[in-house]
Structures are given as C-alpha cells and as structure tokens.
C-alpha cells in the first residue's frame, strides 16, 4: 500500500463543465502532495471519455446514475433527480465500501461532490467521513441562487420572481442576468430542490465547506456575502496552462492541426469562437454567428461541436461556404486551454460557462459575452461590468444576437479605441492578479493548502 495521508474520493457528474474543475482541483491535491485521488463519475460516463489521463496518484471508477446504458426512457427531469439520488447513494455506498477493503491506496478520508450531487454529503457522513462542495459555478452565481432560495422560494413554493436581486457591494441583478433555472420559465425547475438541499448541508453541518474555483480578489462581494453563512474556501483558479494532460474529453478531436494554424497567425489577432460543451444554438443564430465573425473580416478558430451545436446540415454546408479557408478554422472540439493561452488567440467569443470565463481571465483574453442559459448571463455581466475584460453581446426580442452586434463587439475588444485598450488592459491585470493568487504563497494556494494540513 502507497503511504499517504490522505485518500480523496473526488465524485462529478458527467458533463464537461463539471469534470474539468473536478479533474483540475484533484491534480492541485496530488501536487501539493500525500494525497491519493480517486475521480469517479456516472457508469456511462466513464465509459464516453475519449481518453483518461494517466497521473500518478490519480485512479478512475465510477458510481450509477440509475441510467448505466445512458437510456432515459421517459426523459423526465423529476424522474432523473430522483434516479440519481437513489441509484447514487446506493452505489456510492457500495464504493466506497470497496476501496475501504482494497489495498491499493488506502480507504477514502474524504469525499468532495460537484452540484446535483448533494446526497453523497450524506454517504459520507455515514461512513464518518467528511466532505466538501466543489462549487463549479462563479461565487456570484452560488451566493444569487442562496438570495432566491432564502428570500423567495420557501419549501419548494415560489414567492413572486423578484424583478432583480442585490448582493451588497454589486450592482443589482435583473432578471435576464440571474441563472436561468431559477426563472419560472425554466425548463430546468426541477434541479431547484437539489440545488436548496445543497444550501441547507453547508448551513447546517459546520464541519462541511466549499471549495470555490476563484480567488479572493475577484468576486469580493459574493465571497463576503456568503462567507456569514457557511465555511467557504477560495482555490481557484484551478486550471493552469500546462493542465492539458489532464483533461477528461467527452467530445472527440480533430487533431493538433488548429495549433499549427495558430502558430502561422499574427500575434494577438485571431478570435476563437465557442460555446461549451451543453448549448444548443439554434440555426438561425449559428447563421447570424457566421456572418457576424466572417464580417468581422478576422481570423478565426471556431468550435462546432459535432453533435449538439451545428445547426443541422444545411447550415453546416453554408458555414463551410462562408468562412473561407484563409479566414478561418472550424473544429469539432479542441484544447480550448491551450488555445485561450496561445499568443495568436486575442478575442474569446464565448457563452460564458464559468470555466469558459475563469480560463479566459487565466489566460488575459478579453471576451464577447454571447450567454445562453444556466450562471452565463451573470457571469457575462461580470465580465463586462465588474472586471470590464469584455462586452456582452445583446440579443434582438426575437431572442438572437444579429451578426451587426457580434461584428460591433468584435470591433470594440479587437479594435483601436480606448475601450478596447482598456479591456486588453483590464484582462492582463487580472491574468497577473490570478496567477499570483494561485502559486506558492497565494490566497488560493495557501487556502488549499492549508484546507488539506487541517484535515490531518
Ligand atoms: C456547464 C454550464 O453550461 C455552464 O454554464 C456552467 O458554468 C458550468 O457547467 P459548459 O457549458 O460546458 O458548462 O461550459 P464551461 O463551464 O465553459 O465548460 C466547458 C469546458 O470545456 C471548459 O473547461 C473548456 O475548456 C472545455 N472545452 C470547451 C474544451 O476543452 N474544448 C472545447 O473545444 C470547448
């Protein structure tokens, strides 16, 4: 048996946004050092990734969803949670079991969870076992969601939607910039009393903390706001440019082409365009995206996902018609961290998925906030008004940013002018400010580090 200290049981779900945080906090563990990680994530899952990363002190293994074949027969979302609670606990239980009797590196001393994942809190403390929340959304988002929960949505009923919530020292946020699925209107509703009952643990079990992917300086006033209420540790940001290996893709590659296509681009000057690894754009906003980046006349790298965002095949056709070869790229996925920190790359056109927006803000890229659903259109607003690293692009009423507004902010973060300047400016502060946090002697390091020394 390998003599380590500690042995955490890292658990996610499977979609991108959550593994890669989960993936990036686990290599943090191993390299401060004395820790085994074990990742594990739904049984189908596992089995979707296209490669695991090989890194010593890291093991893979799963736990049921309820769905092992990856069939949700009546793709009812009440059916699914309540699925996943029951299937995961019992299967949790059962690994967790299995580890604490293999040799191989010791039983598990702790567990930390992604959201939707609030009953593995519970698994643990069973075995006697703490743990922790990874939250993988911004600060601002989580504190927000605690705001409605506390203040409007009692028991599972809704008081009426408030027109905007405030956190002291923020400006106020209205409803088209408050996440999604707290919106009547959501088709998402039903993650809410998931997303309540991970409140109540962390409020009510002072051993219980979370563990945030950003740093003190950059969401002071949502840090402050929930520091009153539950134990919160700022880690982030978790990735760093030389993470790539270990990455758990979902979507396949193309190749390394897109790096030597950026390697022949001048500095500074090319956009990457992409939006994730869940959204759904529509064909007629894939069109206006197009014309808006071919307009634009600057190179780009875009990532049309082959499954999921493309739009269909006659809008496929028409983009590969459109942006001509010596404008741009189109790739099915890439290694998006790689690209944000190559020095080609000078503009993100992004959905502002919150690691899309803490990986930016790593690596100094200002961004066109181009936000779908879920935490996007907070952290768009952050973006634009809090670190001014980047605008929001706004959509018309029918719901569709036009290609005249993307080329206007493309104009704006790329171009000449003052505000552009001062956004480039504004995202190499941030990008030192990030950096400094997380190596030796930082805010970040020094809290994960000492988060691990008070564990024993
Ligand atoms: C989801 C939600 O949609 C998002 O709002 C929430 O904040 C996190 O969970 P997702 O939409 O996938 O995430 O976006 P994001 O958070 O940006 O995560 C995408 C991840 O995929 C990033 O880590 C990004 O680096 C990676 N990625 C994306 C690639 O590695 N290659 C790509 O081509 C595109």
Redesign the pocket.
Known sequence: MESKNHHFLVISST????M?PSLQLAKRLIDIGSSHVTFATSVHGLAQIKSLPSLEGLSFASFSNGFDDGVKPDNDPDHIMSELKRAGSQSLTALIEKISKSDEHGPITFLIYTILLPWAAEVASSFGIASAFLC??STTSFAICHHYFKDYYKNQSSLPFPSSITIDGLPPFASDELPSYLLPSSPHVSILPTLQEHYQILEQDLNSCVLLNTFDGLEEAAIRDMRSHMNLITVGPL?RSNDVEV?C?L?DKSGDDYLQWLDSQADSSVVYA??????VLSSGQMEEILHGLVDSGLPVLW?IRKSGNEGGQETQNLINNTLKKEQGLI?P?????EVLNHKSVGCFV????????I?SLAAGVPVVGCPH????TT?AKLVEELWGTGVRARENEEGVIKREEIKRCLEVVMGDGERGEEMRRNAQKWKGLAMKAVKEGGSSDDNLRNFVRRLG
């Open positions: 979609a991108q946004g959550h890669n993988i959304l990735i990455c893709d979507f992409s939006f994730g690894s869940l959204a990532v790739v996925w890439c290694s998006q961290v992004t959905h502002c998925g919150w690691n899309s927006t990986e659903f879920a935490d996007q952290n």
